[in-house]
């Protein structure tokens, strides 16, 4: 009787024992959730004002570059048209990206979901491989002249420019019903179980890893252009060889201070998708533990590398300015010529100051890009002597991308709150 009552109690304490450890493990568990859960709410809250800032500053410097490189001097070239549509889509890019966070989270939508997917898929993908089709093109130009002249034109760059925008839109057009399918219970689109894996594998590949070893064409431009430079040198050193290459060497000059802004902003976007890629990587796997810390500074570095390689598309401006002695010269102007109208509209007796002669000559590229606003026909009178052919030094700095983006939602966006927890709820 007294063994009996003795297991009794034994079993009715392991019992109690184990639901109050249940009970535990429940409450920690939702303790968890909800320093979690306040926590992204935080982060979520300040990089939206940062994205907001940036998106902004990466709109405007794109803007900037499109009104300065199609002025008078250079809109007729190839490089131009590049230019124009890198900055259009890398604003694009910014636009979606920014859109797409505001309008998910106030907005539950499949619909939306599933266009902001298939949008920001295809205009990260143009924007970056609208940047190799420029590598390749400006390899061409300073490895053979010759072909430069044939291939290398305003019009082949805008067929090769539209034949990528096509070929871009079909195969996302063909394969987005494929892979993708409708949530219905989270109002969103999701990739399909059996294509998950593979998703991961090819999306970074054609997004990223092709397009970067693709660019290291670039190192072979670098070389080529510091061969260009020393044979100028020389021809400097010999008049009369120079006098029968003013006209070649005035052009090729102008293809230079192209080629190494466009060599500049394709070298920067190693800086800005490497630490992506590298976090990409780390995290093919859910996590699997439990610690607070481990899961908050998981969920802070994806989100941080992903705002970091969306900066590669707020950043060409910058990286412009810095590599383009005459793309600031004309920035400058530009930047005159529009103070000069507002000033005008406001004040109708005001005179625009003329700059010293020396400043007004340091430049043909800013002088040749004035659009109207201030224009003086002695200012744009060219000299033909020697000297004031090659006077201008390349400037060689470099730096720099894209765009925007790993596999996935958390590739092309930072919707990764509901990725980075593993929690089961009980």
Known sequence: MNITSIHSVSVLGNKYSSMNQSSIEIFDDRAMRIEITEFIRQVNYWLMIIEMIMVICGICGNGMALIVINRRSLRDTSSSVFITYLAIFDSS??????????????????????????????????????????????????????????????????????????????????????????????????????????????????????PDLI???????????FIARRHRTQTLINPENAIHQINAASFNRKQQQLTIMLVTVSLSFYLFTTPAIIDYIRQRNPPNYRDVKRLKMRFLRTNLTVLWLQMSSATNFLFYCLSGSKFRATCVETLDDVYYYIRTKFDEDYQRKRPPNRMRTSSNFGLEMRNGIYYDRRDTRRSTSIQQTFTYPLSVSSKRASCDTMAGSQLNSRRTSKCVINVQET
């Not at 660019?215 to 070389?223: A, D, P, Q, S």
């Open 93 to 210: 890019v910014l636009i979606v990206h920014i859109t797409s966070l505001i309008t998910l989270h106030s907005i539950q939508s499949y619909i939306l979901h599933c266009f902001f997917t298939f949008l920001t898929d295809f205009v990260t993908f143009s924007s970056v491989w609208i940047m190799v089709v420029m590598t390749i093109e400006r390899c061409i130009a300073v490895h053979s002249p010759f072909l430069a002249k044939r291939f290398c034109t305003v019009q082949r760059a805008r067929y090769s420019i539209y034949l990528l925008l096509v070929f871009a839109l079909i195969v996302f057009s063909i394969t987005y019903p494929v892979i993708y399918t409708i949530d219905e219970a989270q109002n969103k689109c999701g990739v399909r179980e059996q294509y998950q894996t593979i998703l991961r594998i090819i999306k970074p590949t054609v997004f990223y890893f092709i």
């Open 215 to 225: 660019l290291l064409v670039n190192l072979f431009i670098i070389y080529e252009l």
